[in-house]
């Protein structure tokens, strides 16, 4: 495990912030959206930014439990 520090885990911690705010806003996009293309097109963008949330889930779990 590498060990990082106080400043990399907050940076961490803010990009966290960032991806959850564009799974919420991509997913606020495409529930209000008519078109069905353009639809889904955000519904895989928010799809793209969970996976982003999820890895850095990890990663945060990860160095929390090594601090």
């Not at 590498?2 to 803010?14: C, F, H, Q, V, Y």
């Not at 991806?19 to 928010?46: G, I, M, N």
């Not at 779990?61 to 090594?66: R, V």
């Amino acid at each position: 495990m590498i060990s990082i520090t106080d400043g990399e885990l907050s940076a961490l911690e803010r990009r966290f912030r960032d991806e959850a705010h564009l799974v919420r806003e991509y997913a606020k996009s495409a529930k209000l959206c008519a078109d069905p293309q353009l639809k889904t097109k955000f519904q895989e963008t928010a799809a793209i930014h969970r996976a982003h949330c999820l890895a850095l889930s990890q990663l945060l779990t990860e160095e929390e439990g090594a601090h």
